[in-house]
């Protein structure tokens, strides 16, 4: 579900753990599985932890512009690796400066992690933010690694 690669610079070696496709497809079928048991038809976008698109679906029912708020969100949480929850209680608390960072700001993105490593995000959209927030967590928690 998650790939090591390990890159050597000179005496340098950095150990690298990254979502691959299957992964991706894991963590979106747990999402879409939850959607369909909350009757909350959902965006659901996957990205890497660099927050570059790996895995996407719009359910049927479904408003348009909830495909854009989705990706941004996983590409949100992905980058600053954490829930854009806390970003959007910043805000609420008088944070505004986040406003201006060109960074979505709504509940429903949650970094992926394996082994206490942000791997990607997963960003969910569809009716309601708490729903959102709870398709995204149970979909995030999908790839706790059994014996890697």
Aim: charged residues 15%; glycine residues 8%.
């Amino acid at each position: 579900m998650a790939t090591v690669f390990c890159l050597s610079a000179g005496a340098q070696t950095i150990n690298v753990m990254v979502l691959n496709q299957a992964g991706a497809q894991t963590v979106l079928q747990a999402a879409k599985e939850s959607a369909q048991q909350r009757n909350a038809p959902s965006a659901i976008a996957v990205v890497d932890a660099s927050g570059d698109l790996l895995a996407f679906q719009r359910m049927d029912g479904v408003r348009p512009a909830s495909a854009d708020l989705a990706i941004a969100k996983a590409r949100t949480a992905a980058r600053l690796q954490r829930p854009t929850a806390e970003i959007e209680d910043n805000i609420n608390q008088g944070r505004t400066a986040f406003v201006t960072a060109d960074i979505m700001a709504l509940r429903g993105g949650i970094p992926i992690r394996v082994n206490g490593e942000v791997v990607g995000a997963i960003g969910v959209a569809g009716l309601s933010k708490e729903t959102d927030t709870d398709i995204a967590n149970a979909a995030a928690a999908v790839l706790i690694p059994q014996h890697m």
